[in-house]
C-alpha cells in the first residue's frame, strides 16, 4: 500500500513567521511531489510540485525534498491569515498515469 | 487562466437513481482524472483517462462506475444505482502532459438521500 503520510494539525502559527509542514511518504518509486492547498469546501489549488532533490522556491512558498529519507517539506514565510487552509502532499508513483496519491492534509492556523 | 470547469456543484439524488456528474477539462491538456473526497476524508484516486480510454481505475471504481468523453471538450463520471456511501465530493483534474502538475474543478457535491 502506498501512503503518504501527513500530521493532521491543527498547526498555529503566528502572522509573519514561517510555518512548515512535512510530509513523509512509503514509495521509495514515487517521483514527483505536489502541495495542493485547500480551503473548507473547496476543491485543491496547487500551490508549488517539486522532482529534485533539494529546495525549490516560488515567492513565499519553499518545497523540500529528500528522496534518501522519503521527506517532503513546504515551507510558508511571512505567514499570512490567508493561509490558513488545510495542505495536502500528493505524490506520482510513476511518470505513464500519474495518479495522485494523498496524504490526510495539516490543518494550518494563522494566528493574528 | 484557464480552468476546470464542473457541473453541478451540488446534486442531490434519491439512493438508487443515477447521476452523471461534468466536468470540461482545460482545452489543451490530454490527461483526465477523477478524484472523490468523503467528508472529513483525505482526496481518493478513482479513475484516470487518456487517449479515449481508461488508463487505470481504483478498487473503488467498479461496475457501478463509468466514465466517458463523448465530445472534444466534455468529461463524464456517471454512477448508476447510488448509494448512501457514495456521497461526497467529486473532483475532475486534468493536466497538459508528462510531469505536468493537474489542475483541479471546483468539484461537485453529492448528496445521497
Known amino acids: 500500500q502506498k501512503e503518504v503520510e501527513q500530521n493532521s494539525g491543527p498547526l498555529s502559527v503566528p502572522e509573519g513567521a514561517i510555518a512548515s509542514l512535512n510530509c513523509t511518504y512509503s514509495?521509495?518509486?514515487?517521483?514527483?511531489f505536489f502541495w495542493y492547498r485547500q480551503y473548507s469546501g473547496k476543491s485543491p489549488e496547487l500551490i508549488m510540485f517539486?522532482?529534485?532533490?533539494g529546495d525549490k522556491e516560488d515567492g513565499r512558498f519553499t518545497a523540500q525534498l529528500n528522496k534518501a529519507s522519503q521527506y517532503v517539506s513546504l515551507l510558508i514565510r511571512d505567514s499570512q491569515p490567508s493561509d490558513s487552509a488545510t495542505y495536502l502532499c500528493?505524490?506520482?508513483?510513476?511518470?505513464?498515469?500519474?495518479?495522485?496519491?494523498f496524504g490526510t492534509g495539516t490543518r494550518l492556523t494563522i494566528i493574528p | 487562466e484557464p480552468e476546470v470547469t464542473q457541473t453541478p456543484s451540488h446534486q442531490v439524488t434519491q439512493m438508487g437513481q443515477e447521476v452523471i456528474l461534468r466536468c470540461v477539462p482545460i482545452?489543451?491538456?490530454?490527461?483526465f482524472y477523477w478524484y472523490r473526497q468523503i467528508l472529513g476524508q483525505k482526496v481518493e484516486f478513482l479513475v484516470s483517462?487518456?487517449?479515449?480510454?481508461?488508463?487505470?481505475k481504483s478498487e473503488i471504481f467498479d461496475d457501478q462506475f463509468s466514465v466517458e468523453r463523448p465530445d472534444g471538450s466534455n468529461f463524464t463520471l456517471k454512477i448508476r444505482s447510488t448509494k448512501l456511501e457514495d456521497s461526497a465530493m467529486y473532483f475532475c483534474?486534468?493536466?497538459?502532459?508528462?510531469?505536468?502538475?493537474?489542475?483541479f474543478g471546483d468539484g461537485t457535491r453529492l448528496s445521497i438521500l
Open positions: 482545452s489543451n491538456h490530454l490527461y
Open positions: 483534474a486534468s493536466r497538459q502532459g508528462a510531469r505536468q502538475p493537474q489542475h
Open positions: 483517462f487518456y487517449n479515449n480510454e481508461i488508463s487505470e
Open positions: 514509495d521509495r518509486g514515487s517521483q514527483s
Open positions: 500528493a505524490a506520482i508513483s510513476n511518470f505513464g498515469n500519474e495518479k495522485l496519491t
Open positions: 517539486i522532482y529534485s532533490n
